[in-house]
Each structure stands twice: as C-alpha cells, then as structure tokens.
C-alpha cells in the first residue's frame, strides 16, 4: 500500500521518526541499487538485510559508517531513504543522466526543508515546502499551477495585501500540500508504513563524514 506524500511533511515535524532518519531521494529510470550506487560516496554498494528505521539509525558509527539507506520501488520509482548523514542536498546533479531525480531533504539542522528536481545532469527546479515558491533551476515554473492548484501558494498575480493574516497557512500545511502536488505530478506515491515502521533492504551510503560536519 503506498501514500501520497504528504506524510512526509508531517513526519519531518513528528517526534518518531526523526527527521535525520528521514531523507528520501526517489529515481525513474533506475533500480534502488542503481540509485544506491550513484549517492555513495565509495564502490560496491551492497545490499543488506532488511533492517527497520531504528535499526539503520544504530548502525550509523560515525566512525566507519556516516549514512546508512534503505531502499524500494514504489510503481515506477525506485527510492532510498537515508539516516544520518545524508548530502542530498548536495547530490551532484550528474547522478540524473538517464534518469529523472526527486528530493526530499528535511534539513533539520540547518532549515528550511527542501524539494528538488534533476534530470538530464541539471537542476530542473529546486524550491522550499512551506515558505512561499521562490524557484530555482531550468524550469522553475514546473509545478506552479499543479501548486495554485492545490493551495500550497497564492495565484502569481495575487494581491497579497487581500490575504488577511488570520487566512495564512500554518508552515507545515503548506508543504503537505506542496510534496502532495509534488507526488501527483510526477506519479510518486511512497509507503509510509513500509518506511516508518517496516522494514526494507540496507545500504551503505557513506563511510567517511559529510563536507557539511
């Protein structure tokens, strides 16, 4: 059974799991290994066993393991979900050659969220979930009207001096309904269940620290 996406809004300000468990970045026209094989900061990847959101989290040593994924295919998108210390945020847009390539980055130490879009080895468009739509990347109005649509920004041409502070939408609702539109435009449902409480194959991500720490 698969979810829209909205949860994922909802589970970055949850208190379980945390949102450092919960960086998901989807591929089309890759398998999870694949996927798995482009984020890694080294080679091989192997596949683990099937481990649980907690139990990706305590292998992360930080001394030998830094990010830990555990992988899936949702319909025709393969996905990995990372603990710890994941650099979604900067994933080389190269990874999409032949492939298209979704973000979903909680940022939590370092905010704001962020969601991102790459494809043909550039930056399709990158905006932050929440906090108005001020786009970036190669078609930054992509998603603007599947966003009017759903609520999760004014009209272009909206006046915002007609939009009375009581109306305003509280942070976290906006961005459930930007990843909504996000996963009804590109066809992305994931499983919340499968990724929250369930368990699905491991992968090493990173066994040196991000350039971020």
């Keep these: 059974m698969t979810d829209n996406l909205a949860w994922v809004a909802d589970a970055w300000h949850g208190v379980s799991p945390s949102a450092t468990d919960l960086y998901i970045t989807c591929a089309r026209g ?3 290994q694949q996927l798995a094989e482009r984020m890694a900061d080294h080679e091989p990847v192997e596949v683990g066993p099937a481990l649980t959101i907690q139990e990706a989290h305590r292998m992360v040593d930080l001394a030998q393991i830094y990010c830990v994924g555990r992988i899936g295919q949702s319909g025709d998108w393969s996905f990995i979900v990372e603990c710890v210390g994941s650099e979604g945020w900067s994933l080389d847009p190269a990874v999409s050659l ?5 973000i979903l980055d ?6 704001p969220s962020f969601f991102r879009y790459l494809a043909d080895g550039e930056v399709q468009l990158h905006f932050e979930p929440g906090f108005g739509y001020e786009p970036a990347g190669a078609q930054p109005d992509l998603l603007r009207p599947a966003l009017e649509a759903a609520g999760a920004i004014p009209p272009e041409d909206f ?3 007609l939009l009375g502070r009581d109306e305003e939408l509280p942070s976290v609702e906006e961005k459930r309904r930007a990843l909504k539109a996000v996963g009804e435009h590109f066809g992305l ?3 919340r269940q ?6 699905l194959p491991m992968v090493v991500t990173r066994t040196s620290p991000p350039s971020s720490w």
Excluded: F, H, K, V
């Design 106 to 111: 909680p940022r939590p130490d370092d905010p």
């Design 159 to 161: 006046i915002d001096a």
């Design 98 to 102: 032949g492939a298209e390539i979704l």
């Design 189 to 191: 449902s994931l499983p």
């Design 194 to 199: 499968a990724i929250t409480n369930g368990q």
């Design 30 to 32: 890759l398998s999870p």
